[in-house]
């Protein structure tokens, strides 16, 4: 009897130790190390204000949770990665990079040491030994999402645009609720011309976190492209409405209705951004140029564009601003600030490279070679500015701008056919953009559809 | 011996998917959101195949063919995603829903109120009941013969139905509950065909018994059967497995209906289709018509049931690419248990009794006629709610009224359509037997009987054979019925073993405890035998053989005053047993039968007896006719002669020989025998007397010749002869020459009244008791006036009522009291004896001879 209750009990007490011992196993692994729960809850806090594009919230939570466990080095870099390099936090920088340096990694995760031993290896200037560490990390924990977005990331700022829609699509089946995959594969699915699957993705991108302003942002972008105005008004509202501080937002409502031909608006817009506190100050003086400047070339005063956009371009040095005064110089001729800011900006960013700034370097000189009467050059800078400057990112319009000036550029070439084709890609993406760009000039006005 | 209870394996199967069907709807009525989703079961889509009427995602206008792309604010790649979802939200909570539209794929976000889990609309219920009804049917066949086979094959396809009507066409959500029923309704999918081909092969009867089986018979061998039952269990699944996962790793797109492949529906219409034509055959070779008509019942409901269901649940879907009718084809499915039920009830299908009691059933109607009484009352009350008829106080009253007036015709008026329905078939057997009864009671020719019983009751209860012994002293020898064991006489649901006896033996000696045990019961069968074959292992051979020869049941004819035969009874050609009702039925009849053998027999007996009366009175005409009208012994002597036998014919006689020689006789034996004997005895004097006139010659040869018969029989004889004792001699007158061989001494009467007795011979003893002779004649004088009366034993030893022999003292007495001639003396005595005996026939033969001495003129006959 005695033997049958001993064996009884032994059998219970194994189930019992297997059973906690799987419960164990079952259980995810801590991803930060950490000994404090409200550190922990700080950076979970900055991870979900990451993922909504809430940076500076994200910061915030960061450095709360610094404050709470100083030796958290997954706070430490991301304090390090997502402050601006303003004065004031160059010292904190400087200190966390030291100890990050310095930092024990025996106690740390996996994914925590590769981060830290990737971010060494950058700051020795060594990206391919960063890349293997991530590459070693990857072949070890295949389907940790975080790391796989890191390579998206490299994938997508090295502009390789399939691996890195194939490294989201990943990204998303390891954790479909990963909204800025989503995100990114919206704006991937728009550089492929699927504008059709984009406007999905960002329908997705939305549902997922219609709390948020970005995914509101991100297809109203895309509609704006599409010429699908009041739509993308809507949801510009939408982002804004969520977050009126989203600063996105309310420039790409007076982007809006500067394509609408409706300047008067755009500037009520700015004075809402204003008064919302919505945009940082250099942002809102620059929409003010844009406002100016579109507002005189849309009524043909070339003139007090090209002075608008001069002087904004003096002032903000946005890449934009120089492209506005460049085409306002096609319709008055080229000036010498304009052409010596071209020349500035060639030399400062560069033409190669597949990257948004060397578009717009290809767009300035393409331009500049129109107004030099070269427009076989300007084809040429005018294709690789095509090939460079994407639909999305907010370039969208630039683009598309940067195509009908390609169109103007072929028909002076005497190749109006190219050119016909060209606009007639225009025209499919956004029939309102050619019809209503009054910018250009006038051989570069396109034939209705039909 | 095989154990009465069903495979435990059956029985756990059965429990499993009973209890997997009503967990799965238990499950359903759990407290957790639901949206009233249903989706295909297609592996990692959740694309809707159907919507709750009513339901939150009817609301928000998710429809059928939408997939659902998202559940609050998640994106799902899998059901179980969508139960975790689910799960994190309450019950009254609206929830985000990202759909696809199913018509142009555009994604669209509704807002879905979460509610209760319903269990679905009503045609899940409706499943759900057919479901059941058909795993209670099953489970009612199984316990109720638990032997068949065919009744496992029958619980295993019930079984099956369960599980797919309420597992398969479970309105699916996301749960894993969900996938797990699901996926054992599509497992009940691929089985249910092949156990539905199964079935039919062995239902009614198996297709290699009977006339089928010139087509079936190589089924016979187990191998055979074997090998074509994996094929027919393998191919659904191996179908399956292709549709599955064959199609997916060739990289094709399989085509699927309600989420399995259309692969396995299309097997299981050819399978249905195929058990169809089977049970349609089976049902047109089938011998007994009572079989013949449950059979064709089912076959009526499965082609009502099936037929629909393979168009629009199988066809509908695979040409018209729509799933929306294959509710309609499940509607009809019903019809399958309702028949087999009704079948069951009416013609015990599968050898399964139903015991319904009649009070049972007039309560039912009862109850149903008041629900019609106040389903009337309350339409009335609504179709004149507010009317000043329906405030009338006479409204009550006239309902009141209408309800007593015709609550009780109404009632018997269904009673009697639902009698004739429920009890028809029993009603009709009940009739037959007692007009089987009234045909033996009447039946006076035993021999038409026993053909009556053999040849009637085979038909009329469905038996193979019947067969009759009849009693013959120790034991019964076959009088009717086949000696061999019809061909179809074989379990019915495998293959007889090889070299197995037919043959119903020619004579039965039955032990005397079986014949006890049957003569309380009547009548049984063999399978209620154990106990006493286990005490008495005569009766286990004898149960042994028969059980061998294809015997079900045992009965025995018998009277109170003996047995008379025992009948023996087959199983029936269809696979029901012999019922209690019917058992009963039959000792009824077996005793009526009894009744009608030993009436016939004593009427046989009668009528033997009354040709023998017939005989007799012919021979006793014959043998009157051989005694002679005229004894004439010559002058001066006056004879009279009496006999009179003991019954028609005697042994007595008398007889004139030439000489002339008076001659009476008394053989040993009465009736026939005797008469018999009386005439050789007479006729062998007779030819004697023709050449031999000496007496002594006479009784000696007389008494060789009668010895050489060799039958023991004496016969005491008396001779008188006026002549002398040598041939052709002549006495000196008066004389009489005397021989007695075992008569008793005649009586001599004086003139004077005086009464001597005749002294007796030396030898006197009755001729052919010793092979010698040496009988030695006497002589008597007579004068005038004497008389001397020879009389045969049987005149003294008659017998009064109270036993009393009448004895020679008062035969003496009469004849000194009784003066005249000899006529007027053997007439007293006669009429002395009849008044002593009270007129009853005597014990004996009576023979009288008197003779007197007169003138020779007075001579007188009988």
């Known amino acids: 009897m005695t033997k049958k209750v001993l064996i009884l009990l032994a059998l219970v007490l194994g189930v019992a130790a297997g059973a906690g011992a799987v419960w164990r196993a079952s259980l995810p692994p801590a991803e930060w190390t950490t000994g404090s729960k409200e550190a922990l809850a700080a950076v979970l806090a900055a991870r979900e204000a990451e993922m909504q594009l809430y940076f500076e919230e994200a910061l915030a939570h960061y450095e709360r949770a610094l404050e709470l466990d100083p030796g958290l080095v997954f706070a430490m870099l991301k304090v390090v990665q997502l402050s601006p390099p303003v004065e004031g936090r160059r010292e904190v920088i400087a200190r966390l990079v030291e100890e990050l340096k310095s930092a024990d990694l025996g106690d740390l995760t996996p994914r925590e040491r590769m981060l830290v031993e990737s971010f060494r290896a950058r700051l020795d200037h060594e990206p391919e030994r960063a890349a293997e560490i991530l590459d070693a990390y990857l072949r070890e924990h295949p389907d940790d999402p975080y790391a796989v977005e890191i390579r998206c990331r490299r994938y997508w700022a090295d502009n390789d645009m399939g691996p890195a829609e194939a490294c989201y699509r990943r990204l998303t089946e390891l954790d479909p609720n990963w909204v800025e995959a989503q995100n990114r594969i919206g704006y991937l699915a728009m550089e492929r011309g699927d504008f059709a699957d984009a406007e999905e993705q960002f329908e997705i991108y939305r549902y997922l976190a219609p709390e948020e302003a970005n995914p509101h942002d991100s297809l109203g972008e895309l509609l704006m492209l599409l010429g699908r105005y009041d739509e993308a008004e809507r949801e510009f509202r939408a982002a804004l409405a969520t977050r009126s501080t989203f600063c996105p937002s309310w420039e790409n409502l007076v982007t809006l209705n500067l394509l609408r031909g409706d300047p008067r608006a755009a500037e009520g817009v700015v004075t809402a951004a204003r008064q919302a506190e919505g945009c940082p100050q250099p942002n809102l003086a620059l929409q003010r140029c844009r406002v100016a400047a579109w507002s005189a070339g849309d009524a043909g005063r070339w003139a007090e564009m090209h002075q608008a956009a001069t002087e904004c371009m003096q002032r903000t040095g946005t890449s934009e601003m120089i492209l506005l005064a460049l085409a306002a110089g096609l319709h008055v001729g080229a000036s010498e600030t304009t052409t010596a800011t071209v020349a500035e900006l060639a030399e400062r960013v560069g033409t190669e490279g597949h990257y948004i700034e060397t578009g717009h370097v290809h767009l300035a000189l393409g331009m500049r070679r129109l107004q030099e009467g070269d427009p076989p050059g300007a084809v040429e800078h005018l294709r690789a500015a095509d090939e460079r400057v994407p639909f999305g990112q907010g370039q969208g319009v630039t683009k598309l701008f940067g195509r009908l000036l390609l169109a103007h550029a072929l028909r002076q070439a005497g190749r109006p056919e190219e050119a016909e084709a060209v606009v007639e890609s225009v025209r499919r993406i956004n029939l309102s953009f050619v019809r209503d760009m009054r910018l250009l000039p006038k051989d570069a006005e396109r034939r209705p559809p039909g | ?862």
């Not at chain 2, 018509?103 to 219920?125: K, N």
């Not at chain 2, 058909?134 to 199984?142: P, R």
């Open chain 2, 1 to 862: 011996m095989t154990p009465n209870r069903p495979p435990t394996a059956l029985l756990v199967l059965g429990f499993a998917a009973f209890l997997l069907a009503a967990l799965s709807i238990v499950d359903m009525y759990l407290p957790r959101p639901y949206d009233g989703v249903v989706l295909t079961e297609t592996p990692g889509s959740l694309r809707v195949q159907s919507v709750v009427p009513d339901s939150g995602a009817d609301r928000a206008g998710i429809a059928a063919g939408d997939r659902i792309v998202g559940i609050g604010r998640e994106l799902l790649r899998s059901k179980a995603q969508g139960a975790e979802a689910l799960n994190d939200l309450e019950i009254g909570a609206t929830a985000a829903y990202l759909v696809r539209r199913a018509d142009g794929g555009e994604l669209e976000e509704v807002a879905v109120e979460l509610g209760r889990r319903q269990i679905g609309g009503t045609s899940y219920l409706y499943a759900c009941l057919l479901g059941f009804s058909f795993f209670f049917i099953g489970l009612f066949v199984l316990l109720h013969q638990p032997r068949l086979r065919a009744g496992h094959v029958f619980f295993l396809l019930c079984c099956l139905f369960l599980v797919f009507l309420v597992c398969r066409l479970r309105p699916a959500s996301y749960s894993a509950v969900d996938a797990f029923v699901l996926r054992t309704g599509t497992l009940a999918l691929v089985l249910l065909p092949a156990s539905f081909l199964h079935f039919f092969l062995i239902f009614p009867r198996p297709v290699w018994d009977g006339r089928l089986g010139e087509t079936f018979g190589a089924l016979r061998n187990r191998r055979t059967w074997a090998t074509l039952l994996g094929v027919v269990y393998l191919v659904p699944a191996l179908v399956f497995v292709y549709g599955v996962w064959g199609v997916q790793g060739l990289g094709r797109v399989g085509r699927s209906i309600s989420g399995a492949p259309a692969g396995s529906w299309w097997v299981l219409a050819l399978y249905m289709v195929v058990g169809l034509l089977l049970l349609a055959a089976n049902w047109a070779h089938l011998p007994a018509s009572r079989e013949r008509r449950g059979a064709a019942i089912v076959l009526l409901g499965s082609i009502v049931g099936l037929v629909p269901f393979l168009v629009l649940a199988v066809g509908f879907p695979s040409f018209f690419q729509t799933e929306q009718f294959i509710f309609y084809g499940v509607v009809p499915l019903a019809a399958i248990p309702l028949t087999f039920a009704y079948a069951i009830f009416r013609f015990q299908l599968l050898n399964v009794r139903v015991i319904l009691r009649k009070s049972l059933l007039y309560t039912a109607t009862t109850a149903v006629v008041t629900l019609v009484y106040a389903l009337g009352i309350a339409s009335f009350n609504a179709l004149f709610q507010g009317t000043g008829l329906a405030r009338s106080p006479y409204f009550p009253l006239l309902f009141a009224l209408a309800i007593v007036l015709l609550f009780e015709p109404l009632r018997r008026r269904i009673q009697g359509p639902m009698d004739r329905f429920f009890f028809a078939e029993r009603a009709r057997l009940q009739r037959a037997m007692v007009e089987l009864g009234e045909a033996l009671t009447g039946q006076q020719d035993p021999a038409q009987l026993v053909r009556d019983l053999v040849e009637v009751l085979p038909r009329l209860l469905g038996l193979r054979f019947a067969a009759l012994f009849v009693a013959q002293d120790d034991r019964f020898v076959r009088a009717a019925g086949s000696p061999a064991r019809p061909q179809d006489g074989r379990a019915l649901d495998r293959p007889p073993p090889p070299g197995t006896a037919a043959e119903l033996p020619a004579e039965i000696v039955v032990p005397e405890p079986l014949l006890e045990h049957l003569a309380g019961r009547t009548l049984a069968r063999l399978d209620d035998l154990d106990l006493l074959r286990l005490r008495s292992p005569a009766v286990d051979r004898l149960a042994s053989t028969l059980a061998e020869a294809g015997v079900d049941a045992v009965g025995l004819l018998a009277s109170s005053r003996r047995r008379l035969g025992l009948v023996l009874l087959s199983p029936k050609l269809s696979q029901v047993t012999l019922e209690a009702e019917e058992l009963d039925l039959l000792r009824g009849l077996l005793h009526q039968a009894s009744i009608a053998l030993e009436t016939g027999r004593l009427l046989e007996e009668r009528a033997r007896r009354a040709e023998l009366e017939r005989d007799l009175e012919i021979a006793a005409a014959i043998q009157a006719s051989l005694l002679p009208r005229r004894l004439d012994l010559g002058p001066g002597w006056r004879v009279a002669a009496a006999c009179r036998p003991a019954r028609h014919v005697g042994g007595d006689f008398y007889s004139i020989l030439p000489g002339p020689a008076l001659l009476y006789g008394d053989v040993s034996g009465k009736a026939v025998s005797g008469a018999l004997m009386m005439m050789a005895a007479s006729e062998v004097f007779h030819s004697l007397a023709l050449a031999n006139r000496s007496p002594e010659d006479l009784f000696d040869l007389a008494n060789r010749r009668l010895y050489e018969l060799g039958e023991r029989s004496f016969v005491a004889v008396g001779y008188f002869s006026p002549n002398g004792a040598g041939e052709g001699s002549t006495g000196p007158e008066g004389h009489l020459t005397y021989l007695l061989a075992g008569q008793p001494s005649p009586l001599l009467r004086h003139g004077d009244g005086r009464v001597d007795e005749l002294p007796f011979p030396e030898h006197r003893l009755p001729l052919g008791a010793l092979r010698t002779g040496g009988y030695r004649p006497l002589a008597v004088r007579l004068e005038t006036g004497d008389l001397l009366l020879a009389y045969s034993d049987g005149v003294v030893e008659a017998q009064g009522p109270d036993g009393e022999p009448f004895g020679q003292d008062r035969l003496e007495t009469l004849l000194a009291a009784t003066p005249g001639d000899p006529q007027s003396v053997v007439e007293a005595v006669l009429a002395q004896l009849d008044r002593f005996t009270h007129g009853e026939l005597p014990y004996d033969d009576v023979t009288l001879l008197a003779i007197g001495r007169s003138r020779p003129a007075e001579i007188h006959t009988p």
